[in-house]
């Protein structure tokens, strides 16, 4: 008897959270347009680190523009990206923490996946933010997560950190250059509260916080 109420509890949690999880659909990016914004010249002169944003939301268009400048694929016969990576590991996986919920960038398929439903922002003790700062303001944190899964076995623990690090500075610095080429406001952050983060987005073992960095608006 027991036993049949457990069973019936699990199957109606099950229903349950995957209800909550399809409320969050996927997020069909826009193709590239790689047309426009400023000259490569003049977004590495206006090129800094903001830390005022506005509470404004980045439109479709924009979004998908940041994101493949990120580490979209700019060749599609090779799957190779518009960031580097070492040894082409490509382990660095870019979520995307919006009001929403949480998002997986896929640049195969130039999609969001939806991850979680919460609005993981909120949580400013993670990210290490004083409730006061406009960073929590930003529309969107980007946090960079390497996948220890996707590192070929004879990289030692040194190998693995460091290129995780170097890979993930690549792709800040991406947006750090698309968002100067249309005047959007970013920062990167490596003061985060790495171990709460990862438990709010529920990540593996196997995943390691990198960087975060928040993109929006300049705020007014
Ligand atoms: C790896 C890395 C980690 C950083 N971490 C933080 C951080 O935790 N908090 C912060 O406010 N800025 C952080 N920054 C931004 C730097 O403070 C900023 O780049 C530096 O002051 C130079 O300013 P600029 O980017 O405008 O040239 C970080 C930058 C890098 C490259």
Redesign the pocket.
């Known amino acids: 008897m027991l036993k049949k109420v457990f069973l019936s509890a699990a199957i109606i949690l099950c229903f349950v959270s995957s209800a909550i999880a399809q409320e969050l659909t996927t997020i069909k990016l826009l193709p590239p347009d790689i047309k426009g914004g400023k000259s490569l010249m003049q977004s590495l002169q206006e090129r ?2 903001s ?1 005022s944003f506005s509470t404004k939301k980045l439109p479709l268009e924009v979004l998908s523009n940041l994101l493949w400048s990120a580490c979209g694929i700019n060749r599609p016969d090779s799957g190779k990206r518009t960031a580097p990576s070492a040894r082409n590991w490509q382990e660095i996986d870019v979520y995307v923490a919006m009001e929403e919920g949480l998002y997986l960038y896929n640049a195969k398929t130039h999609v969001l996946e939806p991850v979680l439903k919460n609005d993981l922002r909120k949580n400013t003790t993670a990210f290490l933010q004083p409730s006061r700062s406009s960073v929590a303001n930003a529309p969107l944190q980007l946090i960079y997560v390497a996948d220890y899964a996707k590192i070929s076995f004879d990289a030692n623990d040194e190998d693995k950190k460091g290129y995780s690090f170097a890979d993930a ?1 690549f792709i800040a610095q991406n947006v750090y250059l698309y968002c100067a080429s249309k005047g959007l406001a970013t ?5 985060v509260d790495r171990e709460a983060l990862a438990k709010d987005m529920k990540l593996s073992d196997k995943q390691k916080i990198v ?1 975060v960095q928040a993109v929006g608006y300049p705020s007014e």
Do not use: C
């Open positions: 800094k680190t830390r500075g920062g990167v952050r490596g003061m960087l």
